[in-house]
């Protein structure tokens, strides 16, 4: 069974850092991996998507990495602003059984002004 | 317009009662899927579906039933609801036939229901 884990629960920033959010899965065999962003009442937003044979992709100031041997995956965002706040949600999908997608219950991120 | 939308955006309900809640989407694609999402929990899927003749039980499907009237369109049912059923319900969308979206998901706004 694929168990995704995002830690921390929360973070908080002052605008302008940088910034790591991590996400951790127990079965290195994977298909894909997706970055999402929930802001609250809303649904959930695709950032990025990663497929097993790529190491990285690059979107604006969002770089998210893929390493499959340690079962990580690493979203970086640059020169974090207000507007970045929201939940942060990491899925994983499987290469034997890739019609599922196994979330991680995300990373509540706040960019303070 | 939005490409995946979902009816009704909240709903408070009783225990007992039954509920539907409808997904619609225009993007054209064949996958569909139902997840609740709990706080701390995060999303667990409910029901999923390849195409309209193809339904799929998913982690947490007892209590609920689906249909997928159309390629467009996945409705979520709860027979006679009860109150761990309450939480924010997603319905999602992928393509498995395409190239440049192909494996990746998108959600509607989703649906948030209490069960008294």
Redesign the interface.
């Known amino acids: 069974k694929q168990e995704v884990t995002q830690i921390p629960a929360a973070l908080s920033v002052p605008e302008g850092e940088n910034l790591v959010l991590n996400c951790s899965f127990t079965d290195s065999a994977i298909y894909n991996l997706q970055w999402f962003r929930q802001d609250p009442g809303k649904g959930l937003t695709s950032l990025l998507l990663i497929q097993s044979s790529q190491r990285e992709q690059t979107s604006g100031r969002l770089n998210a990495s893929l390493d499959k041997s340690s079962g990580r995956s690493t979203l970086y965002i640059a020169a974090s602003q207000p507007g970045d706040s929201a939940t942060y949600l990491c899925a994983v999908r499987k290469v034997y059984n890739f019609n599922k997608f196994y979330f991680g219950s995300g990373t509540k991120l706040n960019v303070k002004p | 317009d939005a490409d995946?939308t979902q009816t009704p955006r909240n709903r408070i309900t009783k225990t007992g009662k039954r509920i539907m809640l409808e997904c619609s989407q225009t993007k054209g694609h064949d996958?569909m899927?139902w997840?609740r999402q709990d706080p701390?929990?995060?999303?667990?899927?409910i029901y999923?579906s390849?195409d309209v003749k193809d339904i799929?039980k998913?982690e947490i499907s007892d209590g609920y039933s689906v249909s997928r009237q159309a390629q467009a369109k996945f409705s979520l049912s709860l027979e006679s609801a009860i109150p761990n059923q309450t939480a924010l319900y997603?319905c999602?969308t992928s393509d498995s036939t395409g190239t440049s979206s192909y494996?990746?998901?998108?959600?509607?706004?989703?649906t948030?229901l209490t069960v008294l």
């Open positions: 995946v996958r899927y997840y701390g929990l995060g999303l667990r899927l999923y390849f799929n998913g997603f999602a494996n990746e998901q998108f959600f509607g706004p989703g948030r």
